[in-house]
């Protein structure tokens, strides 16, 4: 009798190019990048962590509401977003902001979406993409239907999707990946395998060995990558989206990271479910860390060049934050005609109750 | 007797169960080391072991249902939803599977579970974890669904659901968690379920309320004494069953009636407590009954989060209307 989990780690090996040191070692596999494209890479992971510092002190200051810390995972947040086209579809969960940015929505939007005002979530033109869903799993059912919806509409592009370790227990999970599979549309899974949901280790979660075998069942391709590892996740996210528009269906992907910080700023408290051995194992592995010694092995990067970004990033976020501040204030009224196209009756009234009171 | 806050007390109702019964388990999303995202399980597993109190993957209609699957070996399960925001992924698990169980089984089978959920607004929290979502669960017939205004309440209360034989949702109201501490025996000690308590009397009008609401209603109370109204205050404690006797003796002393509930106008138990009060006590109202309630959107984005709540000066608006008809 054969075992079907004999071996099954050997299959989902972790996928790496670069390694820790900042080296190649895996020459093969090496995406095709122009030195400017390398040097843009950099530029947004050194911008995406300085805002992610910011948008910390802004929240402990009061000036921003909810917030899901994003250092460390930025190999796997913008490797996958790097490989995609304008009209990619991206569907991402709340610690995915970052995608979103780079995918064009302005930073004033993001900051309203964590202070909790609707225009956070209004999409500008052409930004494809839902704002980001709390409810874990919800987007991987969704994903699959806006992938099957391209598919039939044949057009050459590819809905995106993420959740973390955690999100592959929902059973949306499953739903979304065996749907994508049934249809062959071209859908990514992305699961971002940051070794924690909230407090609960990934193997505590699943028994499953990966997160990416967990594509075999739905009968899709699946791959383990190194996900501080950003040429890694962009070749990977480049193969799934070319398959993915030539019929071949969807991929799971799942990246292997770590979040530095909090699960989110309300309280979380890391002491209490990890220990500074595993911070310090996971911070050597840094995605920016490892990316800058090999940029500067090819002269393509240095300090200064790193203190402009970061003085950029810090003058666009003031910039940022200042707009934020200037938009109107949000009113129960505003609420009340989001609700449907036509407003029924009982709405109607409402709003002009909420209205005499706005106005008093 | 110690002064607690209410996440005290109900940590406290569930070490009383734990230690009284071996059945009980207390299991959930983060609820074993990490002690939940409130510290409501805070220090329960190191107390009573990975085998009574522990973290479950991350899926709610998995909690639920393997509470089914639990209860039919002898356990008597306390699920936590981690926000019941996120209820919704465990709906046919808890309405279509768990409710139903006793009344498919021809009376043959019980569903001892008691799925504990943080919710209520005012705490700014993302999309989907503040929403009074009571009336989902009120509607289904087999549930019963307990609203603690506070810490006294929520142990007694808490502790009768463990011990009750049919499915309990208890929702605990997140601002109700550290506002404010009460009294409470180090003991155990039951609260009956379907039993309203008269937090204030008075005269002139009747104000039902639970969970946090009860608290602005007794502050629009103090409000209205100054002008001469004295209002009677009940918490219902049980949003299903309802207890419409106790409103009713009210009702026939104040003949005036507000309805109060954080929920959305077309959602809670105002509408089902109303029509039922106005069917048993028509003749002795002298107004309408009239309900306070949120708009009918979704829950509010954080930012116009207060001003969207209901709170104790539509209720000082709604009572006046009912004096004055
Ligand atoms: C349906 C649902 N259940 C629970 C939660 C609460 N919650 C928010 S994040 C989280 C952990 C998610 O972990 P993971 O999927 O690994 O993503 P990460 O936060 O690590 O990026 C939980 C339990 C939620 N938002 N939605
Ligand atoms: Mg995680």
């Known amino acids: 009798m054969k075992r079907s989990l004999e071996n099954i780690e050997e299959q989902f090996e972790t996928f790496q190019i670069l390694n820790e040191e900042g080296k190649i070692v895996n020459e093969d596999a090496m995406p095709e990048l122009s030195d400017e494209d390398l040097k843009e890479i950099m530029y947004r992971m050194v911008y995406t962590r300085i805002l992610d510092q910011r948008s910390i002190a802004l929240n402990r200051q009061g000036r921003l509401g909810f917030y899901a810390p994003t250092a460390g995972q930025e190999a796997s947040q913008l490797g996958t977003q790097f490989a995609l086209e304008k009209e990619d579809f991206i569907l991402p969960g709340y610690r995915d902001v970052p995608q979103l940015i780079w995918h064009g929505l302005p930073l004033y939007q993001a900051f309203l979406f964590s202070r909790g005002h609707y225009h956070g979530n209004q999409m500008p033109e052409g930004v494809n993409a839902f704002s980001p869903q709390i409810i874990i799993g919800a987007q991987y059912t969704q994903a699959a239907g806006v992938a099957l919806g391209m598919k039939k509409r044949d057009k050459k592009a590819v809905a995106i999707t993420y959740t973390g370790d955690g999100g592959t227990s929902q059973g949306d999970f499953y739903e979304g990946i065996n749907f994508a599979g049934a249809y062959q549309a071209p859908a990514i899974f992305v699961v971002q395998n940051n070794q924690f949901a909230i407090s609960v280790p990934v193997e505590q979660q699943t028994a499953a060995k990966t997160l990416a075998q967990k594509a075999v069942a739905a009968g899709i391709e699946g791959i383990q990558v190194d996900g501080m590892d950003i040429l890694a996740v962009y070749a990977a996210t480049k193969d799934a989206r070319e398959r993915a528009v030539n019929g071949e269906g ?18 979380d408290d890391p002491t209490r479910y990890r220990t500074e051995d ?9 995605p920016i860390v490892r990316f800058r010694k090999f940029l500067e092995e090819k002269g393509l990067w240095t300090e200064e060049e790193e203190n402009e970004v970061i003085e950029k990033a810090k003058e666009e976020i003031k910039a940022a934050i200042k707009k934020t501040d200037e938009q109107p204030k ?18 109607q009234e409402q709003m002009e109750e909420y209205k005499a009171k706005e106005s008093k | ?21 071996e059945n009980v388990l207390v299991y959930g999303e983060d609820v074993g080391q990490n002690g939940g995202v409130f510290r409501a399980t805070e220090g329960l597993q190191d107390e009573f072991g990975e085998d009574r109190v522990f973290d479950t993957p991350l899926a709610e209609s998995g909690i639920a249902g393997i509470s089914i699957g639990l209860a039919t070996q002898g356990f008597r399960p306390v699920p936590e939803i981690q926000f019941f925001g996120f209820v919704y992924e465990a709906m046919d698990a808890i309405n279509g599977q768990m409710a139903r169980l006793r009344y498919r089984s021809g009376n043959t089978v019980s569903m001892p579970v008691t799925i504990r959920s943080p919710f209520g607004g005012g705490v700014h929290t993302p999309e989907l974890h503040a929403d009074s979502l009571e009336g989902l669960i009120t509607q289904q017939p087999g549930m019963k669904v307990v609203i603690p205004s506070g810490p006294y309440d929520a142990k007694g209360l808490l502790i009768q659901s463990i011990r009750d034989n049919d499915p309990v949702v208890f929702l605990e109201h997140m601002k ?63 949003v299903m069953p309802v207890d419409f006797d106790t409103i009713i003796e009210s009702v026939e002393k104040t003949n ?54 209901p709170n104790y000066n539509d209720i000082i608006e709604k009572v006046n209307k009912v004096i004055n008809f």
């Not at chain 2, 609401?213 to 918490?235: N, Q, R, T, Y």
């Not at chain 2, 949120?294 to 509010?300: E, F, L």
């Open chain 1, 250 to 267: 969807p991929t799971l992907i799942e990246t292997l990271t770590y979040r530095y910080g909090p699960h989110t700023m309300a309280g």
């Open chain 2, 1 to 21: 007797m110690a002064q607690m806050t209410m996440i005290q007390a109900i940590t406290d109702a569930l070490r009383v169960e734990l230690k009284n019964d």
């Open chain 2, 176 to 238: 109700l968690y550290r506002s404010f501490r009460e009294e409470v025996p180090e003991d155990d000690y039951t609260i009956d379920l379907g039993k309203a308590n008269v937090v204030r009397e008075g005269n002139d009008v009747t104000l039902v309320a639970y969970g946090a609401m009860v608290h602005s209603a007794l502050k629009a109370a103090e409000d209205l004494e100054k002008d001469g109204i004295d209002a009677e205050v009940i918490d219902l404690r049980t």
């Open chain 1, 330 to 347: 949000q009113k129960v009224s505003d609420l009340i005609s989001n609700m449907y196209e036509e407003l029924p009756a009982h709405l």
């Open chain 2, 256 to 309: 005036r009636m507000v309805m109060v509930q954080e929920a959305q106008r077309q959602a809670g138990i105002a509408s089902y407590v109303v029509s039922n009060v106005q069917e048993r006590a028509i003749l002795h109202l002298e107004a309408p009954i009239l309900t306070v309630a949120a708009p009918d959107t979704v829950y509010a984005f954080t930012q116009a989060e207060e001003v969207w709540l």
């Open chain 1, 278 to 286: 595993m911070d310090s194992e996971w911070e050597k592995k840094d």
